[in-house]
């Protein structure tokens, strides 16, 4: 494509200057021109020009156009980074928790303390997590919700008050911002009377 625009330049320059030798003959044998006066507009010059001008712009545009397309990456894995360290820091202290409660003595421990060491830590890592904005999704008693839970088995209800309503809750389900990332799973009540 350069090689086409250079001999099209070039054709050009040729044309320009076969008009200014044809124009300083006729001023021999005519009138006197001015030297300043314009020449005739080449229309070839002016597209090459133009093409010029365009591939200019096209090549500026394509370059900003990758720059914003690698800052737009740098910026994601940015604030996902951040997103993550946010979370990390505020699971810290549970997990300093968990590995008192994991290096305790046996014979110094009784059943009972390690029950409620392993309840607390829970809680903590529960409400840490609750503040980025994971809800547990604990549904016993409830009413069924195909978009929350997922029933893995039914029990016959004894009342029809009690249909689709849930019996057992085999794994808590997580919402994470409105986003459900995995669903309870459950034991669904049927009325079949």
Request: charge should be negative; hydrophobic fraction near 45%.
């Amino acid at each position: 494509m350069d090689d086409i625009i250079d001999i099209a330049a070039a054709e050009a320059r040729s044309a320009a200057a076969d008009a200014r030798a044809s124009a300083a003959e006729q001023s021999e044998g005519g009138p006197v021109m001015d030297a300043a006066a314009p020449l005739a507009v080449d229309p070839l010059a002016d597209a090459l020009r133009d093409a010029t001008e365009q591939k200019d712009k096209y090549l500026r545009l394509y370059a900003e156009f990758e720059n914003f397309r690698k800052r737009a990456v740098r910026d994601r894995q940015d604030a996902e980074k951040y997103g993550m360290s946010a979370v990390m820091r505020g699971l810290l202290e549970t997990l300093d928790d968990l590995g008192r409660v994991a290096h305790m003595t046996p014979a110094g421990t009784d059943a009972a303390t390690v029950v409620d060491g392993v309840n607390m830590v829970e809680k903590k890592l529960l409400k840490s997590l609750a503040g980025h904005g994971m809800e547990v999704v604990n549904p016993e008693g409830e009413v069924f919700n195909p978009a929350l839970h997922e029933a893995i088995t039914t029990m016959p209800a004894a009342l029809p008050e009690e249909d689709d309503r849930i019996a057992q809750v085999y794994q808590v389900g997580y919402v994470l911002n409105g986003t459900l990332l995995r669903p309870a799973r459950v034991v669904v009540k049927q009325w079949n009377g």
